[in-house]
């Protein structure tokens, strides 16, 4: 049979638990710092360029690989510089070793949900001389030690759960950053190259020009040595191939090229001399 007293003791130690139940799942749901939300902007429910069917809205997708996307071209010299372009630049192997560090740290703020286990043995032997006073004979000890040790963090005010939020944010920005660099370096090896290539097709087109002027002053000079032509004539054909001759020394076309080599290079870690070897003739 119950007595008051005892039912109020009862009463008192639900009373404590549902308490210390209270103030635990109170605890647990105080995160440290809010949770993310996308910050939202104001855009215009219609734009202009959206009727005329060439307006598409963006779609970020910095962390989605782009691909090959060189290999439309079909130019096997463009995709040998791109591979090595890939395996050899500095700033996309410092772009993995961020990504690599990020992921590690992640890695590193993610253990610390799980319980942590230590153990620890040990084994030590000992042997009594018969003469050792007390004397306890002529004794072999061995004695034998093992601890375990388990520890678990109670992530009460979300800071652990916020770490590794944080980590793994950082990890996909430098992923992200990473194809980024991808995506440059790919950009800037095809331009470089397709701008090489141009140079090439017009030094072919000013050595043609300088040739045409160089045949059409022989043509003139053989008429007036002939009778036909006249001085104004010899002297307008050879002012034009001079011309010609000028304009490929002041624009300078073969020191861009070379400028042009020098910069393709430069991505793939090759060196300039023997670079791009003989100009191709895709143009």
């Known amino acids: 049979m119950n007595t008051p007293v005892t039912a109020k003791l009862h009463i008192m130690k639900h009373a404590l638990l549902s308490s210390v139940a209270i103030v635990t799942l109170a605890l647990a749901g105080c995160a440290v710092g809010p949770n993310y939300k996308r910050p939202t902007t104001e855009t215009p429910a219609h734009y202009k360029a959206e009727a005329l069917g060439s307006w598409k809205e963006g779609q970020p997708g910095d962390h989605v690989p782009k691909g090959d996307w060189w290999n439309i071209f079909g130019d096997e010299t ?59 004979g002529d004794l072999t000890a061995n004695n034998y030690r093992g601890a375990l040790d388990l520890s678990y963090e109670i992530d009460l005010w979300g800071r652990v759960r916020r770490g590794f939020e944080s980590a793994r944010a950082d990890a996909q920005a430098s992923l992200a950053a990473f194809h980024n660099v991808l995506l440059t370096l790919h950009a800037d090896v095809a331009q470089n190259y397709f701008a090489l290539r141009a140079l090439d097709a017009e030094i072919s087109t000013v050595t043609s020009t300088v040739g045409l002027r160089k045949e059409q002053v022989q043509l003139v ?29 002041r624009h300078g076309i073969r020191r861009w090229r070379h400028k042009m080599e020098s910069r393709a290079a430069e991505n793939s870690r090759r060196s300039a001399v023997g670079f791009a070897g003989a100009p191709a003739r895709c143009f």
Request: a positive charge; aromatic letters at 6%.
């Open 78 to 136: 463009l995709n040998d510089l791109q591979g090595r372009a890939t395996g050899a630049n500095q700033e996309l192997k410092a772009a993995i070793a961020r990504v690599e560090q990020a992921c590690a740290t992640a890695r590193v703020a993610r253990s610390e949900l799980l319980p942590t286990l230590n153990a620890d043995s040990s084994y030590t032997r000992q042997r009594f001389s018969p003469n050792q006073v007390p004397g306890f």
């Open 221 to 249: 000079r053989s008429r007036f040595d002939a009778g036909i032509g006249n001085q104004l004539d010899k002297r307008a054909g050879h002012s034009s191939w001079r011309k010609s001759l000028d304009v490929q020394i």
